[in-house]
């Protein structure tokens, strides 16, 4: 291919080269626009993020102390330990178990010492354990409670009064802490058990709420009585739904269901003994529990 035919393909028109200069002049233009023209959008500002902005550096600070803190390391009284509780303090299944059935006779323990010899753990687990240990304070101060009892009892300002019976379904707060040995969380704590039970129906109910010293107890019994109100409802344990049932304080969910499939094999339940024969009823809890059924 020669030159002659090579210049052939750059042989243009008037119109063509016109169109040619036009498309440069185009280009141009939009290279200088591209260069020199701000396309960015404005950035909004918000006052509140140039406040948070300001406070990064305090938030930091404190997410920086925060990471270097050691993780806090909470006391617990050992009778209410979990399973999972025991399972991370390094607790056998045995061991566990051991703790549950002391606690299902209704018994606490009261030191380091005593939870070792429940449990059965080693001393080098005991020695790790009993840091976290918290009992309460009348277990804490249950060396000094009868000296202390009698000191109050001899003051000099002391009168002897005749004791008032009261009715404890009908006890208040303030009729509760007048006791020797009961503040304001144990008063708390036995009303509340009265309002889950609707009303207690024995004084031997005592037992059950947690944190009572014999000696308050002792006190309680002195103080106190039953009176069962006459607008009490008893429970129907015959037509009692398996809902109703297993809402009772001494029943669970496991035993009320017992108790409606007892009574759809074998008819109506007449008595506390028939109750009793059900697998899962607490035995020693029969008499007090009759008192909140009808029959």
Not at 163 to 186: M, P
């Amino acid at each position: 291919m020669n030159f002659s035919t090579i210049k052939l393909y750059f042989k243009f028109t008037s119109q063509q080269r016109t169109g040619v200069f036009i498309l440069f002049v185009i280009i141009i233009v939009l290279q200088l626009v591209y260069f020199f023209v701000d396309f960015s959008l404005p950035e909004k500002t918000f006052p509140e993020k140039e406040e948070w902005m300001s406070l990064q550096s305090e938030i930091d600070s404190m997410k920086f102390v925060k990471s270097n803190e050691k993780p806090k390391v909470y006391s617990f009284n050992p009778n209410f330990i979990t399973d999972y509780k025991g399972y991370k303090l390094g607790m056998s299944v045995q061991q566990i178990d051991r703790l549950f059935a002391f606690r299902k006779e209704n018994k606490y323990v009261s030191s380091a010492k005593e939870f070792q010899e429940v449990t059965k753990i080693s001393d080098s687990l005991l020695n790790v354990m009993a840091p976290l240990f918290k009992f309460p304070d009348w277990v804490q101060n249950k060396k000094d409670f009868k000296t202390e009892r009698k000191e109050f009892v001899h003051r000099e300002n002391f009168k002897k009064e005749k004791i008032i019976v009261l009715d404890i379904n009908e006890a208040t707060q303030e009729d509760l802490i007048k006791l020797y040995g009961i503040g304001e969380a144990l008063s708390l704590r036995i009303l509340k058990q009265k309002e889950i039970l609707g009303c207690f129906v024995s004084m031997e109910q005592m037992n059950d709420v947690w944190g009572l010293s014999p000696e308050v107890i002792s006190e309680l019994n002195s103080h106190f009585k039953v009176v069962i109100p006459s607008t009490f409802k008893k429970i129907a344990i015959n037509e009692a739904s398996l809902k109703e049932l297993s809402q009772f304080s001494y029943f669970r969910y496991t035993l009320a269901k017992q108790i409606v499939t007892y009574r759809s094999m074998n008819g109506n339940i007449n008595n506390i003994e028939d109750l009793s024969k059900i697998k899962g009823f607490p035995v020693d809890k029969a008499k007090i529990i009759s008192l909140y059924l009808e029959f």
